[in-house]
């Protein structure tokens, strides 16, 4: 398995040399899986030495049996990478549910995206007449400090809320995965973990006591909401429990927010006629306000409703291609038991995975795949599997395209893709509307060379930012 093909039974995958996955890493790994796919297409699998076997499948052929069949398990799949540096390194609880519930309940709170606006102002203050040298680094903390606000009603500037910040990076499972020091120095990061999860643990638990008594059932606090899910017979609440759906949704919330937002705020910053497009929509929104906002001082005290949100439909279509194009995620899945895909097997306690650039860069669906274009048509997959003439990319709801897989798909979508919409566009709309962005190099950032579910820039992003005057 690693330099050539070996015997296989009639009913098993073709292997794919571990050689040849490296070879591509290394040599062209931007184009890694759309060359698997099309060498190995519906179905492969990959011996990783002290891992285990994964099974690839590939493209939009392989989309609907895979996002909806029964046996396929999203939190063992995940776990095998992220469990062991979880608060619940066998991933017992399925916080999924709780997740979408808490964060969709923050969505009816009409003050949502005047607190958003209001950390972005925040952070704005170190950028005005300026510039910021880390774009995505900046991102990543005004991410952080919205989720803790919105959702948690913590404050950053609080000192449990600066106390969160500075230990929740350190159990970033995606940064500990990535990390050569989790496969050579396995045990000490563990470890390292369980040191930061006991800290994080008793503030969670102390700040939900401290607020859970005087709650009504009608809190919008998430925390609160969290916490009375684990309340137990005796009045104590499961403060493990509560720990882990916190902390999963943290990062949930964090990883592909952060990086699509700051993707987004670079391609706009280095593209004048899309950043005259997403400006012009903006324009268009808030002057149809009954007391219409033109000014560009009106224009940059405008805080959007969730219905103007809403309307901002080429916002919208930015988003998801940039998705497309910048996140080259796998879905992973445990098989739970064995499985036919066509001709071949798929024996149970294996992983899976279904890397999404094998069908969002596959140029019979996508013309020039690596092209970012908002105003792309793809053709349409549905539930029933039929193919229709085609929509706009973000067209189709959220989840309805299987051709088309940036929120997910079938059993386990994104349960918070409303959220992060409404924050990707909260964000963007405030910034587009108060600045003018430059990159400071005036290039796209390169990309390098990594195994990643998102791409991000070789080096930091600077931008700068211009008020915009009437
Ligand atoms: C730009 C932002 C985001 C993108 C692109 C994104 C994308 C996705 C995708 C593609 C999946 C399916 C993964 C799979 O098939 O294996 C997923 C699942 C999930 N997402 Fe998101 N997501 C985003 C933001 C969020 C946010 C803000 C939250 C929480 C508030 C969240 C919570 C989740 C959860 C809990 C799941 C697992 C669903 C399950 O277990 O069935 N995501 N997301």
Redesign the pocket.
């Known amino acids: 398995w690693l330099l050539s093909t070996p015997q296989r039974a009639p009913n098993q995958p073709p292997y794919i040399p571990l050689t040849r996955l490296l070879w591509l890493l290394l040599t062209d790994h931007r184009s890694l899986w759309v060359k698997l796919g099309k060498e190995y297409a519906p179905v492969a699998q990959l011996k990783i030495p002290f891992f285990t076997t994964v099974y690839f499948l590939f493209g939009p052929d392989t989309s609907q049996f895979y996002h909806r069949e029964k046996s396929l398990n999203?939190l063992k799949g995940i776990g095998r990478i992220t469990g062991p540096f979880s608060p619940d390194p066998e991933c017992v609880y399925n916080s999924?549910r709780d997740?979408g519930e808490a964060?969709n309940r923050m969505l009816v709170d009409p003050k949502l995206t005047a607190h958003m606006v209001d950390e972005v102002k925040k952070v704005e203050t170190r950028w005005k007449g300026g510039v910021t040298d880390d774009l995505f680094g900046e991102i990543f903390s005004l991410v952080m400090k919205i989720n803790l606000r919105c959702v948690y009603s913590i404050d950053s500037k609080t000192p449990d809320g600066a106390k969160i910040l500075s230990l929740v990076p350190q159990v970033d499972p995606e940064r500990i995965a990535m990390s050569g020091r989790a496969y050579y120095n396995r045990s000490a990061v563990i470890k390292e973990c369980a040191e930061v999860f006991e800290e994080l643990k008793s503030l969670f638990s102390r700040l939900y006591y401290e607020r859970a008594a005087s709650s009504t059932p009608q809190t919008t606090d998430g925390l609160v909401i969290m916490g009375n899910k684990f309340r137990q017979p005796d009045g104590q609440v499961d403060d493990f429990k509560l720990l882990h759906l916190a902390w999963s949704?943290l990062f949930?919330?964090q990883v592909?927010?952060f990086a699509?937002m700051s993707w987004v705020l670079t391609r706009i910053a280095h593209d004048p006629v899309l950043a005259k497009r997403v400006y012009d929509e903006q324009v268009a929104i808030f002057s149809k306000r009954a007391t219409p906002v033109t000014s560009s001082a009106s224009l940059r005290d405008a805080i959007p409703t969730v219905q103007e949100l809403g309307e901002m439909q080429f916002l919208d279509r930015v988003l998801v291609e940039n998705?497309r194009v910048s996140?080259p995620?796998v879905?992973?899945r445990w098989v739970d038991s064995d499985l036919e895909w066509g001709p071949y097997t798929i024996p149970k306690n294996h992983m899976l995975g279904f890397p999404h650039p094998s069908m969002h860069w596959d140029e019979r669906l996508f013309a020039d795949p690596l092209k970012f274009d908002p105003d792309r048509v793809v053709p349409y997959a549905g539930l029933d599997g039929k193919d229709s003439a085609g929509a706009g990319v973000g067209e189709g709801g959220l989840h309805g395209n299987y051709n088309f897989?940036?929120?997910?798909l079938g059993r386990?979508?994104?349960?918070?893709?409303r959220?992060?919409i409404a924050e990707?566009k909260t964000v963007i709309s405030h910034l587009v509307r108060t600045y003018e962005m430059h990159l400071q190099d005036g290039q796209l950032p390169a990309v390098p060379f990594q195994m990643s579910t998102l791409y991000k820039p070789k080096s930091k992003v600077g931008v700068r930012f211009v008020e915009r005057r009437d």
């Open positions: 999203f999924t997740i964060v949704f949930a919330a592909n927010t699509n998705i996140s995620g879905s992973l897989a940036v929120w997910g386990h979508p994104c349960v918070g893709a959220f992060a990707m």
